[in-house]
């Protein structure tokens, strides 16, 4: 298993464009989730999956933010008509379901720039 | 507001010493913290953890420590080396929710030879 993997590793959009970004989890794990991490900051949870349902979202996704898991295995994450404050790294990881303690898999992240 | 804080966005220590990083938290109710180690162009990668009921666990060269009262955490790395420069960052969950932790801004740790 090679990880998580993210893809597009970068991207760069205009203004108002819609963008969607790909995540492949471990195969064996059946929770996903979503950061987003700007510069200086810490990852911010956006939000996640067990299996293919959507179980908790955070306010910072907007309406104009989607994310899917159609089969339970991988996810994609949209943002229609991006604007500026939407640069960011958007980080995806997977994990077993268990306690708190286990901590997850991260991907490397695809690099969002919004011109 | 930050509900888990990371005061020092950098640390220089010299190569076989000990590398203290701290961390603080306003939410009582946080009762699983962890750390990741980050490196440029990667994603963060889970060191260790501690869930509330322990002051104490220790991994290899990393030991992490839970000042519950003090609502502080903080990670040794003893003895420090080259590699382990990277941002340190700490992060919380309640609930024995594992969807929704919350980082700090991170900690910049640079181990000189």
């Known amino acids: 298993d090679t990880g998580v993997s993210q893809d597009p590793r970068h991207k760069i959009t205009k203004r108002g464009q819609n963008v969607t970004f790909r995540c492949d989890p471990i195969?064996?794990?059946?929770?996903l989730y979503w950061y987003r991490q700007t510069l200086g900051q810490g990852p911010e949870f956006l939000t996640y999956?067990?299996?293919?349902?959507?179980?908790?979202k955070s306010r910072l996704l907007s309406d104009r933010f989607s994310a899917e898991r159609p089969k339970g295995s991988f996810s994609t994450l949209e943002i229609q008509r991006t604007e500026q404050g939407d640069s960011a790294m958007y980080l995806c990881a997977s994990s077993l379901m268990g306690t708190g303690l286990d901590g997850y898999t991260f991907g490397s992240g695809t690099r969002l720039t919004v011109v | 507001d930050q509900q888990v804080k990371q005061n020092s966005p950098s640390l220089s220590v010299q190569e076989g010493r000990i590398s203290i990083l701290n961390c603080d938290y306003t939410n009582s109710m946080f009762d699983y913290f962890l750390w990741y180690k980050k490196y440029p162009a990667e994603g963060p990668t889970f060191l260790i953890s501690i869930s509330s009921i322990k002051d104490k666990n220790e991994d290899g060269r990393f030991t992490v420590f839970l000042n519950k009262s003090a609502k502080h955490l903080s990670l040794h790395i003893v003895p420090s080396q080259p590699g382990d420069s990277a941002v340190y960052f700490c992060?919380?969950?309640?609930?024995?929710?594992?969807?929704?932790?919350?980082f700090g801004k991170g900690t910049k740790l640079s181990v000189k030879p």
């Open positions: 999956f067990q299996n293919e349902a959507q179980l908790e």
């Open positions: 992060a919380a969950s309640e609930g024995g929710s594992q969807g929704n932790l919350i």
């Open positions: 195969s064996e794990h059946n929770r």
